[in-house]
């Protein structure tokens, strides 16, 4: 198994650059962020060129953090804003070779809030396909994310379905899934052609992975049995300094 560490929350105390290398000497295969828009694209691509490891993907903007946005491409009326903020981040991507896009929907519900979320999601794809980027949707748990526009899997592949994109997939997160459908190892098979990326926490407590109500030895030999070989993203809150919760990386490697 090669796994990805989430720089959202591994190492999220340091410097994006610094996280890079902690990441790189932990032994990770790759890294991951959340919003790296602080940090300038030339700093980033040179620590992934110094430590050789690459980053999966990044998030577009939230949109006004401080009102509790949360995602901008779900908002009726937001369209401007929500495009600009998922041009950005391809125009990021690309700078530092990064593969995945994570669009954010916001907190919204409705038809017309569908209606937006696919026009920017089309936006989205026929912008990312030429540099060959992918296009991710995350449903998010209604525990931690209340009133979030993509909650489901179920929800997800209907949207993925409906928009027909080819660079258009799913990142499967364990952890919200777990907590708003369960049936994980069913799932991740049906699922399987239309994911982009996977992601693990404990749950619901949302630790180091190997904890709580999910037995991630048998979940990971499920994925590794389905062929999937790209490295799966450790999104979980360190109880500590990174560093000293990270047993769970030679045990279920
Ligand atoms: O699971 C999460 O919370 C993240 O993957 C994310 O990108 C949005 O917060
Ligand atoms: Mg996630």
């Known amino acids: 198994m090669r796994f990805s560490a989430n720089l959202g929350f591994l190492w999220a105390d340091r410097p994006l650059t610094d996280a890079v290398r902690a990441a790189a000497t932990a032994g990770f295969d790759a890294v991951e962020c959340h919003w790296p828009y602080d940090t300038p694209a030339q700093d980033v691509a040179a620590v992934l060129r110094e430590t050789g490891l690459p980053m999966l993907g990044l998030n577009t903007r939230r949109g006004n953090v401080a009102a509790g946005e949360n995602g901008l491409s779900a908002l009726p009326g937001r369209e401007d804003e929500a495009r600009a903020a998922i041009d950005e981040a391809i125009a990021y991507a690309i700078a530092i070779g990064t593969r ?9 519900q409705g038809e017309h809030a569908q209606d937006t979320f696919l026009a920017n999601l089309g936006h989205a794809c026929r912008q990312a396909r030429p540099e060959g980027i992918t296009i991710l949707i995350e449903p998010l748990n209604d525990y931690d994310a209340p009133g979030y526009f993509l909650q489901t ?56 992975p190997d904890r709580g109500e999910v037995n991630f030895a048998h979940v990971f030999a499920h994925i590794a049995e389905l062929g ?22 030679a045990t279920l490697r």
Request: with cysteine; hydrophobic share 40%.
């Open 228 to 249: 999937w070989t790209a490295p799966l993203g450790a999104e979980y809150r360190p109880q500590g300094p990174t560093e000293t919760t990270l047993d769970w990386l």
């Open 100 to 108: 995945n896009v994570h669009v954010m929907a916001g907190f919204v």
């Open 153 to 208: 899997t179920t929800q997800a592949e209907a949207l993925i379905d409906q928009l027909g994109a080819p660079n258009l997939r799913l990142m499967f997160d364990c952890y919200h899934v777990q907590l708003m459908e369960g049936n994980l190892t069913r799932r991740l098979t049906r699922l399987l052609p239309k994911i982009g990326h996977i992601q693990f926490a404990s749950v619901p407590d949302r630790g180091a």
